[in-house]
């Protein structure tokens, strides 16, 4: 059974939204503790439900988590000037990165090329022959690993074909073996009734 496309939305009925939510909550639950348990890693899970009931999840104690956690913020807080200077730096050369694929692409699909020089003509020339030496390649590969198949296909086929002549051919002889069995059976009788002929010679 395939389900619909739920639509991410409130629940209107107050029935349906108190089952989803106790259904959702347990599976929630049960995936922090399985994370826990196969990953090795600290977990915890806090959830208010609507009447303000509170429901959790720690796999090693819920207050060392949480001042765990407060640790964790105050040291990003204190090096937050250092990050993200780091995160700039980052993204700057993310971005000259990307635009250099980008220009490389252009070039690689015969854009762009009147600002290149001879050399870089070569180079692009070279790349567009080694990936074209590339697709040959793996397209031989595939056409090959057809016809292998296409061959195991065939030797089956004949097998199974002849097979088949054999087990008509012995039907067919058996037919005839039968036939000529019935036809030596039958044994040509003449009956003659009435009163008996007497002949003198």
Avoid at 36 to 58: P, T
Avoid at 153 to 159: I, P, Q, S, T, V
Wanted: proline share 1%; hydrophobic share 35%.
């Amino acid at each position: 059974m395939v389900r619909g496309k739920f639509q991410m939305k409130r629940i209107e009925n107050a029935t349906s939204r108190q089952v989803t939510f106790s259904k959702r909550r347990n599976g929630l639950l049960k995936k922090a503790y399985e994370l826990s348990v196969l990953c090795e890693s600290e977990v915890a899970v806090i959830i208010f439900s609507q009447k303000g009931r509170v429901y959790e999840f720690s796999s090693s104690g819920m207050q060392k988590t949480i001042d765990r956690y407060l640790e964790y913020k105050k040291e990003v807080l204190a090096n937050k000037p250092e990050a993200e200077e780091y995160m700039q730096h980052d993204i700057a050369n993310m971005v000259k990165e990307i635009v250099s694929i980008e220009v490389s692409q252009r070039k690689l699909l015969g854009k762009d090329l009147g600002s290149c020089s001879v050399d870089e003509l070569l180079n692009i020339e070279d790349q567009l022959e080694r990936s074209l030496h590339t697709i040959r390649a793996r397209k031989a590969q595939l056409f090959k690993e057809q016809i292998e198949q296409l061959k195991a296909k065939e030797k089956l086929l004949l097998e199974e074909n002849a097979r088949l002549s054999l087990k008509a051919s012995a039907r067919q002889k058996g037919a005839i073996h039968n036939s000529q069995s019935f036809q030596s059976s039958e044994i040509e009788t003449e009956l003659f009734t009435g009163p008996t002929e007497i002949r003198f010679l």
